[in-house]
């Protein structure tokens, strides 16, 4: 079992930068990907990001929308996921959660993930 704890979270100004942490422990051996997801209120969850093994610039995949703005980006020796924000906008306020599979490969579906954190909240005001 892996537990995931996100954290990095708050209320930010619009324009400003954020950035998550998904902090992971227990069995994490064989946790070959880290997605992050979203969910604002009242909207479906939805793929923001991931990062799978060997953990380059390159094994990286964004949604569409987020190019440009986000970054993740994965710490070995903490295994620990990060997912830099900047230039945020109001819609991008929702829950964040970070999960994680056992799979290689870029995966954009929640099915593809077999733990989750908690969630944290990102506020962006305007």
């Known amino acids: 079992q892996v537990q995931l704890v996100e954290s990095g979270g708050g209320l930010v100004q619009a324009g400003g930068s954020l950035r998550l942490s998904c902090a992971a422990s227990?069995?994490?051996?064989?946790?070959?990907?880290t997605g992050w997801f979203r969910q604002a209120p009242g909207k479906e969850r939805e793929f923001v990001a991931v990062?799978?093994?060997?953990?380059?610039?390159?094994?990286?995949y964004y949604a569409d929308s987020l190019k440009g703005r986000f970054t993740i980006s994965r710490d070995n020796a903490k295994n620990t996921v990060y997912l830099e924000m900047n230039s945020l906008k109001p819609e991008d306020t929702a829950v964040y959660y970070c999960?994680?599979?056992?799979?290689?490969?870029?995966?954009?579906?929640?099915?593809?993930?077999?733990?989750w954190g908690q969630g944290t909240q990102v506020t962006v005001s305007s």
């Open positions: 999960a994680v599979g056992q799979t290689i490969g870029l995966h954009i579906g929640a099915q593809a993930y077999n733990s």
């Open positions: 227990g069995r994490t051996f064989n946790s070959v990907t």
């Open positions: 990062i799978t093994w060997p953990w380059t610039l390159s094994d990286t």
